[in-house]
């Protein structure tokens, strides 16, 4: 535990310093925000029968940014911590001290898992769930935060420096963000994503919002620890092949 407090700490300073990073944190929920005010300043006086056949098939804002954010910004943020580590040769260090693949992987990740909570909330507040809803919604975002935060790690340590990383996390972040707004207008797409962690966060939030769902609740929230638990095994295996060379 003495490893991971240590990383934590020294990752959570870099972090706090890094402007790009942060950004990721702040900017989905922000849009969502915006689009929803928008919506409703241009829809007001709308009649509610209208309205409501007008806005049935448009995807609802703040279920797609909180989406993109979890499977698009997040495997981004954690790709590029990690890659800077192979990049200037701090996790072949850490490996040579002794880390475990576990510890590294918690201390890190503890990092973007703590500060995503927040924007986790806020993506909760501004899509107006509330009660139990509120709960559900912010434990589905921060269930689909763990498995994109494991994910990216792969890439990270793949990778192996900075350079590399954008190109090669870039088309799977775009499937993983993009791919369940592409899916509530597809069912094709829907099935085949439907093994995703970020397309079950939007059954989630679709569940909460409309009341019905082919997929129940516990079966969705199997679904999204199912991936975090393959994308773990996944990232010890890439780290021990990768970790002292990178």
Excluded: C
């Amino acid at each position: 535990m003495r490893n991971v407090k240590a990383i934590f700490k020294k990752q959570l300073k870099d972090t706090l310093k890094n402007p790009a990073q942060l950004i990721q944190f702040i900017i989905f929920p922000l849009l969502a925000f915006v689009m929803s005010i928008m919506i409703v300043t241009d829809f007001e006086g709308v009649p509610e029968e209208i309205l409501a056949a007008m806005t049935a098939n448009m995807p609802n804002m703040v279920t797609m940014q909180a989406t993109i954010f979890a499977g698009m910004g997040l495997i981004t943020v954690i790709t590029s911590i990690i890659s800077e580590d192979m990049d200037k040769k701090s996790l072949r260090f850490l490996m040579m001290a002794g880390v475990k693949p576990g510890s590294y992987l918690l201390g890190v990740s503890g990092v973007v898992f703590f500060v995503s909570f927040f924007t986790s909330v806020a993506f909760s507040f501004i899509g107006e769930f509330g009660g139990a809803d509120f709960w559900i919604f912010t434990a589905a975002m921060m269930s689909s935060v763990a498995g994109s935060i494991v994910l990216g790690a792969i890439f990270g340590v793949m990778a192996g420096n900075q350079a590399a990383a954008s190109g090669l996390v870039l088309p799977v972040s775009l499937v993983f963000g993009f791919g369940p707004m592409i899916a509530q207008f597809n069912e094709t797409v829907a099935r085949v994503l439907h093994v995703l962690h970020t397309q079950q966060l939007n059954v989630v939030a679709n569940y909460l919002t409309t009341g019905t769902s082919d997929t129940p609740l516990w079966q969705s929230f199997a679904i999204m620890w199912a991936n975090v638990a393959v994308f773990g095994l996944l990232f010890a295996l890439v780290y021990r092949k990768k970790g002292m060379r990178g």
